[in-house]
Nanobody, 125 residues
Framework: QVQLVESGGGLVQAGDSLTLSCVVS????????MGWFRQAPGQEREFVVA????????YYAESVKGRFTISRNNAKKTVYLQMNNLRPEDTAVYYC??????????????????WGQGTQVTVSS
């Protein structure tokens, strides 16, 4: 069984930076596709970024490209989301997700088997 625990959310001002962490427990990590999604009140869960464990490739939503960076530490079974130049529209609950599926659309929530509990990020203007 895979469990994910996020941390690092908080209240920041526009232009600030924040790093989210997601610790993964379970027998496998390196082969998992790891993703970050976010959900603002009254809105659907939105894709932010995904990272392939096999080749390290990353896929970003256009809204965060150039500002957010995903990375992973296989030894620590941890994936990070570095968020720079934050904007008020980045305010949401951020979720870490993991997928053991080898094919499919990594930008859709249904691709992921496992989810964290979420961490709140609030960006004030």
């Amino acid at each position: 069984q895979v469990q994910l625990v996020e941390s690092g959310g908080g209240l920041v001002q526009a232009g600030d930076s924040l790093t989210l962490s997601c610790v993964v427990s379970g027998p496998v990590f390196r082969s998992l596709i790891m993703g970050w999604f976010r959900q603002a009140p009254g809105q659907e869960r939105e894709f932010v970024v995904a990272n392939s464990g096999s080749d390290g490739s990353a896929y970003y939503a256009e809204s965060v490209k150039g500002r957010f960076t995903i990375s992973r530490n296989n030894a620590k079974k941890t994936v990070y989301l570095q968020m720079n130049n934050l904007r008020p529209e980045d305010t949401a609950v951020y979720y870490c997700a993991a997928s053991s599926r080898s094919s499919g659309n990594v930008a859709t929530p249904s691709h992921y088997n496992y989810w964290g509990q979420g961490t709140q990020v609030t960006v004030s203007s």
